[in-house]
Nanobody, 123 residues
Framework: QVQLVESGGGLVQSGDSLRVSCVAS????????MGWFRQAPGKERDFVAG????????HYANSVKGRFTISRDNAKNTVSLQMNNLKPEDTAIYFC????????????????WGQGTQVTVSS
């Protein structure tokens, strides 16, 4: 099982930017598609962004298109999510996840999950 550890969450104001990152414990990371998900209190875990194993394909939820950018560095076993123009509705715990055969836009196929990092956006 691949261990995933997120970092970079925090408290920011509306309109600010924040970058969250996720480091994997094993080199198998480079064979995984990776995704970012978020879960607000009392709500389901939602897909935010996904990236293929080589970074050639990226998918975004409609709510974050044009504001968030997912990227990865396979040499460092790291996937990141750059979040710009943050809004209060972006407040949630952000999770990274990976899998060998994922379905972008869903949680299907993601076999390894991090513990999450809190992002709070004040108005």
């Amino acid at each position: 099982q691949v261990q995933l550890v997120e970092s970079g969450g925090g408290l920011v104001q509306s309109g600010d930017s924040l970058r969250v990152s996720c480091v994997a414990s094993e080199s198998i990371f480079s064979a995984y598609a990776m995704g970012w998900f978020r879960q607000a209190p009392g709500k389901e875990r939602d897909f935010v962004a996904g990236i293929s194993w080589n970074g050639g394909t990226k998918h975004y939820a409609n709510s974050v298109k044009g504001r968030f950018t997912i990227s990865r560095d396979n040499a460092k076993n790291t996937v990141s999510l750059q979040m710009n123009n943050l809004k209060p509705e972006d407040t949630a715990i952000y999770f990274c996840a990976g899998g060998g055969a994922v379905v972008f836009g869903t949680t299907r196929g993601y076999t390894d999950w991090g513990q999450g990092t809190q992002v709070t956006v004040s108005s």
